[in-house]
T-cell receptor
């Protein structure tokens, strides 16, 4: 089982749609969780951290379920500029490194 | 604030040749990562430094890859000899600490082995 697994994608959605990405992780000792965004041929950039209580940043909502080892990202009212690859990232404090999922590609169409 | 600097941006070499990549992290960042990203995949961690010490190099192919961060600041990653399957983007990232706060990435070096 891979350490971090994501929906295979790609997701092709119209502008204004709501889209959800899912991610599971295998190491129950994982402590920190993130969603990164990567535009085509660019470097990954932090989109948002994920907290146990859930957190929201504008149109983006992240959720964490430690019992199920599951992370989600919800994007409401999709914009053309949201088109990118979304990477689920997990940190295990004992290892202190960031493990990336394969990423899910999102294309938002007019 | 200056970001993570990497060079070169692009490199084309023949198989069995050697190549080196350079990274200068954000000033004051103790943690430095090297990742390999093959087209269509997520970044794969090759090696992690804390200051000038190696924290994790379990996925570094040590028969051909080496990395150093001698003074705890900038770092080099070397491949010798290169194979076709080493074609990828090599990303350097830095973070203030090991506790999983935000990692900042450089623009990467795109390596093509022919």
């Amino acid at each position: 089982r891979k350490e971090v697994e994501q929906d295979p994608g790609p997701f092709n959605v119209p502008e204004g749609a709501t889209v959800a990405f899912n991610c599971t992780y295998s190491n129950s000792a994982s402590q920190s969780f993130f969603w990164y965004r990567q535009d085509c041929r660019k470097e990954p950039k932090l989109l948002m951290s994920v907290y146990s209580s859930g957190n929201e940043d504008g149109r983006f909502t992240a959720q964490l379920n430690r019992a199920s080892q599951y992370i989600s990202l919800l994007i409401r009212d999709s914009k053309l500029s949201d088109s990118a690859t979304y990477l689920c990232v997990v940190n295990t404090l004992s290892q202190g490194n960031l493990i990336f999922g394969k990423g899910t590609k999102l294309s938002v169409k007019p | 604030e200056a970001g993570v600097a990497q060079s070169p941006r692009y490199k084309i070499i023949e198989k069995r040749q050697s190549v080196a990549f350079w990274c200068n992290p954000i000033s004051g960042h103790a943690t430095l990562y090297w990742y390999q990203q093959i087209l269509g995949q997520g970044p794969k961690l090759l090696i992690q430094f804390q200051n000038n010490g190696v924290v994790d190099d379990s996925q570094l192919p040590k028969d051909r890859f080496s990395a150093e961060r001698l003074k705890g600041v900038d770092s080099t990653l070397k491949i010798q000899p290169a194979k076709l399957e080493d074609s990828a983007v090599y990303l350097c990232a830095s973070s203030p600490n090991r506790e999983g706060t935000e990692a900042f990435f450089g623009q990467g070096t795109r390596l093509t082995v022919v």
